[in-house]
Every structure is written in C-alpha cells, then in structure tokens.
C-alpha cells in the first residue's frame, strides 16, 4: 500500500514491539480476591462513594456515583464485601481514595454468555443512558467520559464518526486483539453509536501494522455495513484525535475547538466494545483488555482485566519480571506513566503494563545542550517548535512560550522521543505550563 | 517482588531514539573516513599528518578550552574530533603543518568555544577555520599538487604516469586566472579551457569520470566525489542529514551554472557546464558535510531550503566573478551567519492555529 493516509509529513516512527503480544489471543485474568478501585478513573469530578465498610456488594454493582454532568459512575468489578476505603497512587502518578472490595460470593456477569438483543429500536435517549450509567470512557488512556463526547451540543451536527484503531503507542496491542477477537461486537459498537450521532461518513482507521485487523474487519463489512475500513500509514501521534482526523478527513480542528466543532467524532476501539456491553449486554464497565508486555516480562500476553486489579499480580500471571528491568510503565511508552511499585490498581485508562528494560529506556540528559537540529520541530505533529519553547523557559521567557504555543502541546512526546541531545523536553513543557498556568493566574487577580 | 527490584520513575516519553548527538558525530566522522582516506592515497603520506596534526590540535585544544571554562571534558561526543577532520580535509595536500594547526586552534578555541561552545556556535568551526587560513595565507592555500605524484615515480603504478599530467593547475581559481590569460583563445567550456592552458593536459582528456573518481587536484578531502556521495547517501538514510540543503545548494549551483557560465566562453545563456561546477572544487564535500552540520543551519525546512538556495548563488557568484579561488566555504560561512535571522523570520503556526476552512 502506497498511498496510505496520515496527518502530514511530521510524526517519528519509534521500533514498535507489537509482535510480543499481537499473535496472542485475548485471555480472561484471574479474578482478583481484593480489587482496589479508585474513584478517579475518569477526566472530570470525582465519583462519590455511595458504600459503606461492611457492606455487600455485587458484581456491577453501582459503588461511586458521578458528581455532575462531567463525571463517571464506578461499579465494582466483583462480588463481595466493602472492607476500607485508602488512599493510594494510581497509575496517573496522583494519589485517589480507593475502594477495597474482599472477593466474596456469586459472579452474575463474569463467565456468562450474553444474548444479543436487536437493538436497532432503541432510542437515542436510552443508548446514552446506558452509556451514561455504564461508566464508560475514553479507553484508550484519555478517560474522557463517553457520555458527555456523545451529547453533542444543540446546534451542531457531527456528519462524520471515527472509530481510532490505529494504536500508534508502541507495545500495545490491546485494540489490535479486540478488532480481531471480538470484530462482531466492535461493528455493533460501531452502529450502536451511530444511532446516537447519525452521522453520514462511518470510519474505521487502523494503522497498517495491523494487516490481518484490516482484512477482517473489511471482509465483514463488505455489503453488511456502511463502515469504511481506512488504512493508514504507520506513523507517531496517530492515534490522537485531532491528527487522526487530519488524517482520514483532511479537517483541521482549532487549537480552541473540540472535534465536533469540525463535525467529528472520534471514539476509541475498546470504549466502542465497552458501548455495546454496556447497551445491548446492560453491563458496566468493569473490565478492560490490557496488553501485559515489554521485553522485561517473561510471558506477555493481552488479558482481560477486573477494573482494581493490582499491576504485580498480573506480572505474576504472565510469568514475572526479567531480572534487568528498569521501568514499568502503564499506557505506552511515549505518553503512559512510570510507576513507582507494582501497587497499583488497574483502572479505565490503562491499556497496557510495560515492563522496560536497560537496553529499552534510555536516560534523558539533564544538562544537555540543544545542537539546534530542527529534529524536534519535523517530529512535532502540532506544529510547534519544541527547541524554541525550551530556550524560552529555560531563560524563564513564559510570555513567549505562550504565545509560541506552548498551552498547544500535547505532551505526545515526539519531540524528546527525536531529540539526539537527549533533552527531557516533554518534561520542561510540563513544569513551563505549571508556571505559566501560574503566572497567568496570578495576573487575573 | 517489588522489594527486589528497583523501578525508575522519570517524565515520559521512556523509550528515546537510538541517535544522539554523540552517535551522530561519529557516524559522520567514520562515513568522512574513505574519502579522507584516498585523499591519503592521492596525495601521499604528508596529507596524513595534516589531517592527524589538525585532528590533534582540535580534540588538544578542546580539552584546554573545556578544562579552563571548567566544563565537563566530553570529547567523546566527538565534536572535536569531527571539527578537526573538516578542517584537514579543507587543506590542499601541501600546506605547512602550522596551517592546519592553527586553523584548528582558530576554529576550536575562537569559533565554537568563544560564543559558548557547542550548539552555540555562530558558524561552522571548520568553514569558518577554512576561510580565515584562506585570508591569512593565500598563497599556501591556493598552491596544489598532483595526485598520483609519488606514484608516478615509479611509472610501475596502474595510474600511470598519464595521470600524472591531468590535473596540473586544477582549483577552481587557476581556470578563472586561465580564461583571463588565454585571451583570445575561444573554447566552449571549462573542460576544453583545461585542454588549452597546460600542453600537458592536451595529452589526455579530462573527463567527467575523472573529476567523479578524484583524479584531480584540489583538498585533501573534496576530491572523491565517488566517495563523498556514497557517505552522504547513507547518512541521509540515516537521517543524519536532511536533505534540503545540499540539494537546494547544488541545484542552485548546477541551475545557476548552466544558465550564467557559458558567457565566459562567449556562449550566450544556458550554455554552462553545470557538472564541471559540481564535480570540482567543494561543492559536493561542503554541501553534504559542511553546510548540513546542524547547529549553524536552519531549523526549519523552508530555512533549509532557503539557506541552500543562497549559498549556491554566493559560490557561483565567487567562482564567476570572485578573486578567490573557492566560493563553497565563504558561501556557507555567510548563510550560516544569516541563520539565525532565517530562524527568526521563518516561524511555523501550530496545527489549527489560523482558521481552517468549513470541512
Ligand atoms: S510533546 Fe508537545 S512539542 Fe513535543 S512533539 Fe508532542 S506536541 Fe509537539
Ligand atoms: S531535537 Fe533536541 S537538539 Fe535538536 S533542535 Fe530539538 S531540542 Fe535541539
């Protein structure tokens, strides 16, 4: 394929390791005997407990209710008894209050085969219900809530959905396996959602690293659905909204403007699952499918994962850990986390544990000098200058940062990814838009 | 488990690019190697002690320079080692020693470590070295000697003593003086002015194949263009060095040769040689490895592109109307002061910035 789509002519193309996981069929982890589940999973408000200590729960169960519109319901992943609310570090580096539920009694969604019902009656108002009270949200690590991307605003009409398969974080392979494990669910998903925004152009856009996800996924739809399969070249940042639709549309959304705002909407493989459990199976989320991979784990694999699973006990189960690893990440390796311990709760968001090696992770160098290669400025996909924004903050110019764009970055990190100096980039921009946010602030007042 | 292993916590993105600052010194270094080399060959073994004399005193006196201003000594970056083969392979074969000596005392000290060392530097070290030993000893600077010289002696050599007569009085200077003193002599371009100016040269032929292949005079290190383009090629695999400003800069060149140069042979417009001007002197060396070096070019493509387009026309202009022999380093070191005003003038918006049209 020659002529495949992508965003422009920027973007790295980092080694990207797919093919430690993506032969592997989706397995289901072993249900935890305690789940830690926090109430922050989501972007927005956090969801209020509505449990007591000693109180029995089932599976699905509603826990922690959404405060506000821009918030999400959080069940429990299994059956049992409240035993302690805690404080506890989440995969995102913050720390959140964490329910702790003891495994105890009968599973009533888990291992139960699902009958599918029609739903092409269904209304609009009862899917976005359904999707509202599921808890479901952006799974491919950005937790937006689903409901609140779905209710477009009066006035505004999305002609144009996008189903982002293209999985451009190296490692994982979590949406690659479901587009082929459960290709059926994911094109009901695809209608499903489409009831709700009835928009005219239905895309699904992979990255041709994944050939076989293609195939299948074409050959179904042929003269079933009116879904079009778009391959797309591989390239990093694909996978973000906005450049994916630059991608597949050729639309340029604003800097201050939501996709919607160009008529788009964009929704990940894994929520678009997790939608039609939630609509046709009346199931919460309280699962997900995470890639367990890196070169420092001995079996990786792709699980399906209770929601406050902790991270060390699904490295047990694909084995343990090599001898010489050095990080474990949750989410990819260019915008996930670096975990502190092996403590942490699997939450919505997180798509993959990786455990990187030695050789894998390079260190950055903290007092590196830019040679002013220009490398960082062909990476950026967002058309920032990443080697200018650094003189600017390091010199403390944060006026200029600003209006160079430095609210704009996404912190993809394809500019440090590129970086031969080795400069902490994604870092500096960080700790510039704190002090920036700051100063702004400070001014208002 | 997790008490036996130690995890590092550090800002994403973790995985980063195999290439560094310091792999791709060395790389270039390595790849500049063969045809450092075969200018060894070419010229004999004196070359060689002016590319080891220039290459000592540049990482000398880096160690000196980073010790005083009590930074870290790191000449395992490579740089120095990289700014004093550039300087040595701009030399002709014969000069004194003290030339490239204090040419890399000049380019280290005063070029890259007077405006704050690396990747503050307002000009390539080792153009910047090349021009200012250009000015400070023309006549050293312009003397050439034959390749193949030593060879000859022995006529036993496949080179041959036919070789021998080839490339007498070949820079690039020689044939401007040349068209000058033969007056009234008329030949349709530059290869044929050669045939012309020394008897010796009439008995072979100066062809395409031979400038190519390095059978010519000129520096230690620009003769290959063979070996030279073999290098480029791989580093521009590499992505080492992008391809905007060579290409850019000998386009302009070839473009503004074909169309300019045939009026020195009375030929009218669009009646130049455009290879012969890529194929001798600098061009291809200064291009590639010169006028690519990143610290000292654009940041951006179209600054790229800019620079390049302007530094052909600086060395078509000198080696056209100019009294020195070589345009390509004065032509870069002239873009590479116009950089940082390029940078300025050249910003790029980010994505959805300006108001896109109505999808
Ligand atoms: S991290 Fe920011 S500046 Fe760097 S490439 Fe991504 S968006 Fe651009
Ligand atoms: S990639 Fe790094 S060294 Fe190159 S210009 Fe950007 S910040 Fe500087």
């Given at each position: 394929?020659?002529?495949?789509?992508?965003?422009?002519?920027?973007?790295?193309?980092?080694?990207?390791?797919?093919?430690?996981?993506?032969?592997?069929?989706?397995?289901?982890?072993?249900?935890?005997?305690?789940?830690?589940?926090?109430?922050?999973?989501?972007?927005?408000?956090?969801?209020?407990?509505?449990?007591?200590?000693?109180?029995?729960?089932?599976?699905?169960?509603?826990?922690?209710?959404?405060?506000?519109?821009?918030?999400?319901?959080?069940?429990?992943?299994?059956?049992?008894?409240?035993?302690?609310?805690?404080?506890?570090?989440?995969?995102?580096?913050?720390?959140?209050?964490?329910?702790?539920?003891?495994?105890?009694?009968?599973?009533?969604?888990?291992?139960?085969?699902?009958?599918?019902?029609?739903?092409?009656?269904?209304?609009?108002?009862?899917?976005?219900?359904?999707?509202?009270?599921?808890?479901?949200?952006?799974?491919?690590?950005?937790?937006?809530?689903?409901?609140?991307?779905?209710?477009?605003?009066?006035?505004?009409?999305?002609?144009?959905?996008?189903?982002?398969?293209?999985?451009?974080?190296?490692?994982?392979?979590?949406?690659?396996?479901?587009?082929?494990?459960?290709?059926?669910?994911?094109?009901?998903?695809?209608?499903?959602?489409?009831?709700?925004?009835?928009?005219?152009?239905?895309?699904?856009?992979?990255?041709?690293?994944?050939?076989?996800?293609?195939?299948?996924?074409?050959?179904?739809?042929?003269?079933?659905?009116?879904?079009?399969?778009?391959?797309?070249?591989?390239?990093?940042?694909?996978?973000?909204?906005?450049?994916?639709?630059?991608?597949?549309?050729?639309?340029?959304?604003?800097?201050?403007?939501?996709?919607?705002?160009?008529?788009?909407?964009?929704?990940?493989?894994?929520?678009?699952?997790?939608?039609?459990?939630?609509?046709?199976?009346?199931?919460?989320?309280?699962?997900?499918?995470?890639?367990?991979?890196?070169?420092?784990?001995?079996?990786?694999?792709?699980?399906?994962?209770?929601?406050?699973?902790?991270?060390?006990?699904?490295?047990?189960?694909?084995?343990?850990?090599?001898?010489?690893?050095?990080?474990?990440?949750?989410?990819?390796?260019?915008?996930?986390?670096?975990?502190?311990?092996?403590?942490?709760?699997?939450?919505?968001?997180?798509?993959?544990?990786?455990?990187?090696?030695?050789?894998?992770?390079?260190?950055?160098?903290?007092?590196?000098?830019?040679?002013?290669c220009g490398?960082?400025?062909?990476?950026?996909?967002?058309?920032?200058?990443?080697?200018?924004?650094?003189?600017?903050?390091?010199?403390?110019?944060?006026?200029?940062?600003?209006?160079?764009?430095?609210?704009?970055?996404?912190?993809?990190?394809?500019?440090?990814?590129?970086?031969?100096?080795?400069?902490?980039?994604?870092?500096?921009?960080?700790?510039?838009?704190?002090?920036?946010?700051?100063?702004?602030?400070?001014?208002?007042? | 488990?997790?008490?036996?292993?130690?995890?590092?916590?550090?800002?994403?993105?973790?995985?980063?690019?195999?290439?560094?600052?310091?792999?791709?010194?060395?790389?270039v270094?390595?790849f500049l190697?063969?045809a450092?080399?075969?200018?060894?060959?070419?010229?004999?073994?004196?070359?060689?002690?002016?590319?080891?004399?220039?290459?000592?005193?540049?990482?000398?006196?880096?160690?000196?320079?980073?010790?005083?201003?009590?930074?870290?000594?790191?000449?395992?970056?490579?740089?120095?080692?990289?700014?004093?083969?550039l300087?040595?392979?701009?030399?002709?074969?014969?000069?004194?020693?003290?030339?490239?000596?204090?040419?890399?005392?000049?380019?280290?000290?005063?070029?890259?470590?007077?405006?704050?060392?690396?990747?503050?530097?307002?000009?390539n070290?080792?153009v910047?070295?090349?021009?200012?030993?250009?000015?400070?000893?023309?006549?050293?600077?312009?003397?050439?000697?034959?390749?193949?010289?030593?060879?000859?002696?022995?006529?036993?050599?496949?080179?041959?003593?036919?070789?021998?007569?080839?490339?007498?009085?070949?820079?690039?200077?020689?044939?401007?003086?040349?068209?000058?003193?033969?007056?009234?002599?008329?030949?349709?371009?530059?290869?044929?002015?050669?045939?012309?100016?020394?008897?010796?040269?009439?008995?072979?032929?100066?062809?395409?194949?031979?400038?190519?292949?390095?059978?010519?005079?000129?520096?230690?290190?620009e003769?290959?263009i063979?070996?030279l383009l073999i290098a480029a090629i791989y580093l521009i695999y590499r992505k080492i060095i992008t391809l905007e400003v060579p290409f850019f800069f000998l386009g302009t060149i070839a473009l503004?040769?074909?169309?300019?140069?045939?009026?020195?042979?009375?030929?009218?417009?669009?009646?130049?040689?455009p290879?012969?001007h890529l194929l001798?002197g600098g061009a291809v060396l200064g291009a590639f490895f010169c006028a690519t070096d990143m610290?000292t070019t654009p940041?951006?493509v179209?600054g790229r592109i800019i620079f390049g387009i302007g530094a052909g026309l600086i060395t078509i202009?000198?080696?056209?109307?100019?009294?020195?022999?070589?345009?390509v380093s004065?032509a870069i070191?002239?873009m590479n002061?116009?950089?940082?005003?390029?940078?300025?003038?050249?910003?790029?918006?980010?994505?959805?910035?300006?108001?896109?049209?109505?999808?």
């Open positions: 394929m020659l002529f495949e789509k992508t965003f422009g002519s920027n973007g790295v193309h980092p080694e990207d390791y797919k093919y430690l996981t993506c032969q592997k069929k989706i397995e289901s982890a072993y249900v935890p005997n305690i789940a830690y589940v926090p109430i922050i999973q989501h972007i927005g408000s956090p969801a209020k407990i509505i449990v007591e200590i000693g109180q029995k729960v089932e599976e699905g169960q509603l826990i922690a209710s959404a405060e506000g519109f821009v918030s999400v319901n959080v069940h429990s992943p299994i059956p049992g008894k409240i035993v302690g609310f805690e404080e506890r570090y989440i995969s995102i580096g913050r720390k959140s209050k964490v329910i702790v539920i003891e495994l105890d009694g009968e599973f009533k969604k888990t291992g139960k085969t699902f009958t599918n019902v029609d739903y092409n009656n269904f209304s609009k108002e009862y899917i976005l219900k359904a999707i509202r009270e599921s808890g479901v949200v952006g799974l491919g690590g950005a937790t937006f809530p689903t409901h609140v991307k779905l209710s477009i605003p009066d006035g505004k009409k999305a002609d144009t959905l996008i189903i982002n398969g293209t999985e451009c974080e190296p490692f994982i392979t979590c949406d690659h396996r479901l587009m082929l494990d459960r290709s059926e669910d994911l094109l009901d998903g695809v209608n499903i959602i489409n009831k709700v925004i009835d928009a005219q152009n239905v895309y699904i856009g992979i990255e041709s690293n994944k050939k076989d996800a293609i195939q299948k996924l074409k050959s179904l739809c042929k003269n079933k659905y009116k879904i079009k399969i778009i391959p797309l070249a591989v390239k990093y940042p694909q996978g973000d909204e906005k450049q994916l639709i630059k991608a597949i549309t050729g639309r340029v959304v604003p800097v201050d403007k939501l996709p919607v705002d160009c008529g788009v909407v964009v929704l990940n493989v894994s929520s678009t699952i997790a939608i039609k459990e939630a609509v046709v199976y009346e199931k919460p989320l309280i699962d997900r499918v995470v890639t367990i991979t890196g070169n420092g784990i001995v079996n990786p694999k792709n699980l399906k994962v209770k929601i406050g699973t902790l991270v060390k006990d699904l490295i047990e189960e694909c084995g343990g850990l090599k001898p010489n690893v050095k990080k474990i990440i949750i989410g990819g390796p260019m915008m996930g986390f670096s975990q502190m311990n092996l403590e942490t709760p699997i939450t919505k968001g997180c798509s993959a544990v990786i455990a990187l090696t030695d050789e894998d992770s390079k260190d950055f160098e903290q007092n590196a000098i830019c040679i002013s490398k960082c400025i062909n990476a950026c996909a967002f058309g920032l200058m990443p080697t200018i924004l650094n003189k600017y903050i390091k010199n403390k110019l944060y006026e200029k940062a600003l209006d160079s764009g430095l609210m704009f970055c996404k912190e993809c990190g394809a500019c440090s990814w590129v970086c031969p100096a080795r400069i902490p980039l994604v870092q500096i921009f960080r700790m510039g838009k704190d002090i920036s946010k700051k100063l702004i602030l400070s001014k208002g007042k | 488990m997790e008490k036996d292993i130690k995890l590092v916590v550090s800002s994403s993105p973790h995985i980063l690019n195999y290439e560094s600052t310091k792999s791709i010194m060395w790389t270094s390595i190697l063969p450092t080399i075969f200018g060894v060959y070419a010229f004999g073994i004196y070359a060689a002690f002016i590319v080891l004399a220039s290459i000592l005193t540049s990482i000398t006196t880096e160690v000196i320079i980073l010790t005083i201003r009590k930074k870290a000594i790191c000449i395992d970056d490579g740089s120095a080692f990289l700014t004093g083969l300087v040595a392979m701009n030399m002709p074969p014969s000069v004194p020693l003290y030339i490239p000596i204090i040419s890399s005392i000049f380019a280290i000290a005063i070029v890259k470590h007077a405006f704050g060392g690396l990747g503050q530097n307002w000009a070290p080792a910047a070295a090349r021009v200012f030993a250009l000015f400070a000893w023309t006549k050293e600077m312009t003397t050439w000697s034959t390749p193949f010289i030593t060879d000859s002696v022995t006529t036993a050599t496949p080179l041959g003593a036919s070789k021998v007569a080839l490339v007498e009085n070949f820079g690039i200077g020689h044939i401007t003086s040349a068209t000058a003193s033969s007056g009234g002599v008329s030949a349709s371009g530059p290869l044929e002015i050669l045939r012309l100016v020394s008897p010796d040269v009439l008995k072979t032929d100066v062809t395409y194949f031979k400038l190519f292949f390095g059978l010519k005079a000129g520096c230690i290190g003769i290959s063979f070996l503004s040769a074909w169309i300019f140069d045939g009026l020195k042979y009375g030929q009218g417009f669009y009646a130049g040689d290879l012969f001798t610290v940041l951006t179209a202009l000198v080696r056209m109307f100019g009294g020195l022999p070589e345009g004065l070191l002239f002061m116009l950089t940082p005003a390029i940078d300025r003038f050249i910003k790029i918006t980010p994505l959805g910035y300006i108001k896109p049209k109505k999808g």
